[in-house]
């Protein structure tokens, strides 16, 4: 039979960013599917050796809309590490309870464009409504709804105060109620089951042989999640991360969902453990310029990213490189829509939440 | 499989019939910002003892500070908000306004010179010089503010 091929973006009505998929069809059927990036590439690398290392992180901040908070939290823990700072216990604390919020509103924000992708859009409108709620709470506690600029290296800069926090979780907690509606109509109604279940399905050695990450591996049954290292002070907070063993789309939005309910409990532990109190120390200024290397390892919404950060006794780094969820997950990708239907494609695509921007940097 | 008779939107869409907008009549409506939320920087002439602090530490050099000439100047449309200008600055002079001022991206220069986005202090005179931000014709759509 003859082949076809067909361009799948950079612009594409189901893709937010620039994807390019060259994908080789028989019929309608996906043989195979050529991915190229580089369509927004930034250059950060090269702009980390004349930007100093304290202004980078505004610059890292900037990698992704969507996780700004965990690249700007990624990057001073980073520093941190190799400048041996330990930072004070509540803005730790507050990190991660900013990082936990900042993964309801990824969540949140990818179910919406995922329903948005299989032709339901007033799914997508709700999540987006509850979504609204959280850019207000980073609003009123950082500053900015999508850039925050909170994190320094050595801590925070803003505090939230005890009232205000136990604000933010009724808040939350409502907005878990809330969700709990729209999870319904993700898990029961009958077409969003039959365009995901059974789609795309990634086997869990698959997931292994490909490594994939978060949200992607977790929905093929691999447990993993690295907030389980403990580091940042998640090992003071009890978690079991979210498996799914089917490995269809439906499995990777049911993960995404059950970790919305997660992250708010997550937040409500936070909450009780940390210390309370105002005037409490947030920051420890760094001195000197850092020297060394070090790797870091978070849990983003979309999964393990991954910085290396060289540093060479100047003021600006070495080297600075982030390996971020997407592009792990793009091996993941391509494995599944080899074989697929075409009109499944944009389903597969969104389902393993593509972040182009973070991806090409 | 699920049931194909189950219609879980329907309650949601029967309250929706009912319920107030989610939205709100922007720009007829708008939503005040929240008490320390970053916007626009503010430069007070009068504190500034013109110590290019801010301008040394500004990651997006916004800030053109002379010493000499007694200058002080921004871009508002190079700031990127981060804040660190006014923690930075000793004498108290800068501080973040809650409100984004309405910021001109064409690239006309207004009729005295002025750039969109940008104002520019003398120390001799106790009010901006040059109020480009204000001065330049809005272009493009009402604007809300
Ligand atoms: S840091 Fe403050 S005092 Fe110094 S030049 Fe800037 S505004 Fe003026
Ligand atoms: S807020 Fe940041 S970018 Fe804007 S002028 Fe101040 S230091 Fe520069």
Redesign the interface.
Known sequence: MKRTVVPFGPQHPVLPEPLVLDLILEDEKVLDAIPTIGYIHRGLEMMVERVEYTEMGFVVERICGICSFMHGMGYCVSLETIMNIEIPERAAWLRLIWAEISRIQSHLLWLGLGADAFGFENLFMHCWRMREQILDIFEKTTGGRIIHSVNRIGGVKRDMSDTELAAILVQLQDLGKQFKKTANVFGTDPSIAHRLGGVGVLSMEDARAVDCVGPMARASGIATDTRLIGANYYDRIELEPVVETAGDCLARVVVRMREIDQSIDIIRQAIDKMPKGEGMPLETKPRGNPMGEVFTRLEQPRGEVLYYVKANGTKNLERFRARTPTFANIPAMIKLVKGCELADVPNIILTIDPCISCTER | ????L????VP??LRNLVSKP?TRRYPYEIRP??????GTIEFDVDTCNYCMLCMRRC??AAITVSREDRIWAIEHLTC????VCV?VCAKKSLT?SKESKPVHTHAEVGPHGERPGHEEWHKEETQAAEPAVQAAPAVGGASPV
């Open positions: 499989m699920a049931n194909p189950r219609l879980p939107m949601r869409a989610a910002r929240f008490e320390g939320a970053r990651p997006a990127i908000g981060c804040n923690e973040m």
